[in-house]
C-alpha cells in the first residue's frame, strides 16, 4: 500500500501562485509515475500534469505554460507549482501515484485526500 499526503492548497487572487507537494509513503519504491488532477465543482475529474521517474512530463492544455510539475525522487515527493492562476482554476486537486505512467492517465492507482485551491477574481 502507498500512502499519499498533499498539501500546499489554499486561497490566492488571480495571478498569483501557488506550490502543491504530496508525499508518498509505504510501498513507494513501486511508484514510477505521479500526477496531479482536479475536480471543479459540477465537472469531471480531469488530469493536469503527471511526471515518470525518469523525469518525463506531460501536461494539461489548459494549464501548459503556467503549471509546473517536479519530482524528488529520493523524498518520494511530486510538487505541482501552479503560477497565473486563474478563478477557472478553482478545484480539489488530488496527487495520484501508480507504478507506471498509462495507469496514472487512466487515474488508476493510489490517490491522496485532496487539497482545494481556490483563485478569486
Known amino acids: 500500500q502507498v500512502q499519499l499526503v498533499e498539501s500546499g492548497g489554499g486561497l490566492v487572487q488571480a495571478g498569483g501562485s501557488l506550490r502543491l507537494s504530496c508525499a508518498a509513503s509505504g510501498s513507494a519504491f513501486s511508484i514510477n509515475a505521479m500526477g496531479w488532477y482536479r475536480q471543479a465543482p459540477g465537472k469531471q475529474r480531469e488530469l493536469v500534469a503527471a511526471?515518470?521517474?525518469?523525469?518525463?512530463?506531460n501536461y494539461a492544455d489548459s494549464v501548459k505554460g503556467r503549471f509546473t510539475i517536479s519530482r524528488d525522487n529520493a523524498k518520494n515527493t511530486v510538487f505541482l507549482q501552479m503560477n497565473s492562476l486563474k478563478p477557472e482554476d478553482t478545484a480539489v486537486f488530488y496527487c495520484?501515484?501508480?507504478?507506471?505512467?498509462?495507469?496514472?492517465?487512466?487515474?488508476?492507482?493510489?490517490w491522496g485526500q485532496g487539497t482545494q485551491v481556490t483563485v478569486s477574481s
Open positions: 511526471i515518470t521517474n525518469a523525469g518525463w512530463t
Open positions: 495520484v501515484a501508480a507504478p507506471n505512467l498509462q495507469l496514472v492517465v487512466r487515474g488508476q492507482g493510489y
